[in-house]
């Protein structure tokens, strides 16, 4: 999906902002499986290898300001039993946005792309293609406030079900708000609050429950119709920074798919905490819990259950978790960098689990 980010303040941006990453990983559950009575699945842990870098660009044009950004990243797992995850992420936003006279208003365009590519095997594992195309409208309150609203379309195809495919329009906000600050600026506090809207219509029909009347729901009984699958995908989320000596952040993002295919629709309440600041020797550290809790409206958790993630990088997960980073500078442009990451599900409807453990370390330049 395209970043609704603000354009102010670019005259004092660096023209271009380079980054390059590498390191490896030790994955336990590298091809991201759940387990349980009647699944026949099993955990492949594996060394990981990841190299990646970004670009940013921003600059003014025609009396406007655009911002250009595009990554890359790649993953290689050091298991034959999971060549199906050596993918290679693309990705690349086009931001353009134009003051009306002396307005505090502007108007533009976003454009984005997300693609990711199988590296060795035919299909990787949970490859993609997602389009997007926006309309902006910024209203500018200064310092303190600040709106920008979205209308576009989507489109979305998944590599290896194309039963999954889906297009449609889209409409989305973010306000942000600067609620209080110190005289010099050294703390402040400031919000953000989201919402969006996506009509989905897929490329494959929707199900129906076939299930016999007394009998509990399940994905063997369902049944095709003639009807074309459609969701409506909604989403609030409000989320709450402060920053001074420590940069801390409590988020809260309500998520409802309502779909007309049996199974499919989801009520997902996702709660975000997280915390960074300085630690002695140089060293950075930042902490982040989710908490996550999936609700599944009919009953019944589909097996190929694609509302499981948001498809804008290698790791999503869309799962509780914590994950602790450590950070130190060796030079200007370079330090190095050490994580960790646990994830479970929680709330879940089935017998199966889900867990996975990560342990990385790389380095990391920027300039």
């Not at 902006?136 to 999954?164: I, P, Q, S």
């Amino acid at each position: 999906m395209v970043a609704l980010v603000l354009m102010h303040g670019l005259s004092s941006a660096a023209p271009w902002n380079v980054s390059f990453e590498a390191g490896a990983e030790e994955d336990s559950n590298v091809t991201r499986v759940e387990t349980g009575p009647g699944l026949d699945t099993e955990q492949i842990a594996a060394g990981v290898a990841r190299v990646g870098g970004k670009i940013d660009h921003r600059d003014h044009l025609l009396g406007g300001t655009y911002a250009v950004l595009a990554s890359a990243l790649a993953r290689a797992v050091a298991s034959n039993d999971a060549s199906s995850e050596n993918v290679v992420l693309l990705t690349g936003e086009l931001r353009y946005l134009h003051p009306i006279e002396k307005r505090p208003v502007a108007i533009g365009v976003g454009l984005g792309a997300v693609d990711a590519m199988p590296i060795t095997d035919a299909v990787g594992a949970r490859t993609f293609t997602n389009l997007a195309a926006d309309a902006l409208l910024v209203l500018d309150g200064g310092e303190e406030r600040h709106l920008t609203v979205a209308f576009g379309w989507r489109d979305f195809k998944y590599k290896e079900n194309h039963d999954f495919d889906w297009s449609g329009p889209s409409a989305s906000a973010r306000l942000d708000l600067n609620l209080w600050a110190t005289s010099g600026g050294t703390r402040s506090l400031e919000l953000a609050a989201i919402a969006g809207f996506e009509a989905r219509e897929y490329n494959s029909a929707a199900l129906a429950n076939a299930c016999p009347p007394d009998a509990a729901p399940s994905d063997g009984c369902s049944a095709g119709t003639s009807r074309t699958r459609r969701d409506r995908s909604q989403r609030i989320g409000v989320e709450v920074t402060y920053t001074g000596r420590v940069v801390a952040t409590v988020g809260y993002q309500l998520t409802v798919i309502d779909s007309n295919s049996f199974g499919q629709s989801l009520i997902r309440h996702r709660t975000t905490i997280s915390g960074t600041r300085s630690l002695p020797w140089g060293l950075f550290g930042t902490a982040l819990a989710i908490l996550q809790i999936d609700q599944f409206v009919d009953g019944l958790v589909v097996k190929k259950d694609l509302q499981r993630s948001e498809f804008t990088s290698l790791d999503d997960e869309n799962r509780s978790s914590l994950q602790l980073r450590l950070a130190k500078a060796v030079s200007a442009s370079w330090s190095i960098e050490t994580r960790a990451a646990l994830w479970r599900d929680l709330g879940g409807t089935m017998e199966s689990s889900f867990r996975r453990a990560s342990l990385y370390a790389g380095v990391i330049y920027a300039r």
